[in-house]
């Protein structure tokens, strides 16, 4: 197992490329299970979770030629069903297979993903919805069988916004019989990209990064060439990289227009930001202002920032109360930032953060893929030295983070464990 080792207290300065979106590309790949023939997905990031989505892929019998961060997909020879649970358990949004696979076999046969370290994360708006396009759903031996003669169109309204649930129930309604709406559904930039790709496809989806997306089913979908949207999330803990470090960055290739909820909440805590098209530029402040955070759906603030924002508040000056309100576990990274002299009380979904002059590096370990970020904003802040163990979280969506870190100036290796 391999292990970071960050030398903090440099200030970063320089240019770095965002890398393509990890949430966009999931659905994106599974996506091609809809159009039997060659795809090519472009702008793909070299990461632990697209191996994963591959695998997947390859087990249903697609076959698939990666070359750079070019990857061809082909599944007309797709020929299985079923995702089993050694795949769904190393990756949950395997389960975004249900909707394609029915529509295009009429049955499917998925694992249920089980628990996660950052909440329960069901799947029930999943499986409400496809019952709603006339799926039959029954769960035997911890799998979801469905089957669907020919899946209808529906009005189906969420719950609770779900990205995930969004996706399954938008690539399921492509092919439908009729109309689909749905309402409440969730607004995340990773949903337009996939419309986009479905549209180039064949499909009719209007209203997709709203809140109402309506879907007119077509016959058939044909294979596409689509590129992947940049990370937003890589993005914005590289904002926050320049912001704890006091640093002068110029990230590429990055949607600002992506992150503006993160951007303003950055700029509040005195950084300077600015951009010119694709290409933005972060100062650091001389001194992190408190600002306090709450997670939302999009475009509200990404639950998925929460983690490397509080790296950032606990050498703020003053106190910032950051809640979170789309996972109810996703406070993990706390327990770790204490072990760098952070001030955190935890109550509740909220954490009360306590700026603190300095943090002292440490041997700290990662508990999720967020949490990993924001240890390693921690360890670039710190003084002295921090180790950071279990990486491997960190791989599944970061792609080259201490060769992009390094670039910037930063101190950071990764080592063999043991
Ligand atoms: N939920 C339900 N029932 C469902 C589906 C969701 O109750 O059927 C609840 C969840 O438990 C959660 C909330 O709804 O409390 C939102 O979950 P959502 O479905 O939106 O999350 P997701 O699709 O499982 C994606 C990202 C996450 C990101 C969330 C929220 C992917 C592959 N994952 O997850 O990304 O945090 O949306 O924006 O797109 C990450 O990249 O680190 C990550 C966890």
Redesign the pocket.
Known sequence: MDKLIIKGGKRLAGDVMVSGS???S??IFIATILAPGAHEIRNVPFLR?INTTIKVLESLGATIEGNGNVVKIDTSGLNRHEATYDLVKT???SV?VLGPLLARFGKARVSLPGGCA???????????GLEALGAEITLEHGYVEARARKLKGARINF?????????QLMMAAATAKGETILENA?R?P?IADLAEMLTSMGARIDGAGTDTIRINGVGELQPVVHSVMPDR?EAGTFMTAAAITGGDIRIHGMRPDHLDAFIFKLQDAGAEITHKDNIVRVKGPRKIRSVNIKTR??PGF???MQAQMMALMTVADGTSMISEN???NRFMHVSELLRFGADIFIEGNSAMVKGVRKLSGAPVMAT???ASASLILAGLAADNTTEISRIYHLD??YEAIEKKLSGLGADIQRVKEG
Not at 159 to 167: A, L, Q, R
């Open positions: 990890k949430n966009a999931l659905p979770d990756m949950r949004a975004l950052i909440g329960a994360r069901p799947i029930n708006l999943h499986l409400k719950d609770v916004s779900t990205v995930g649930g969004t996706e969730a995340e990773e999330i759906p999009y990404p639950t998925d789309i996972f109810e999720d893929l967020r599944r969506g």
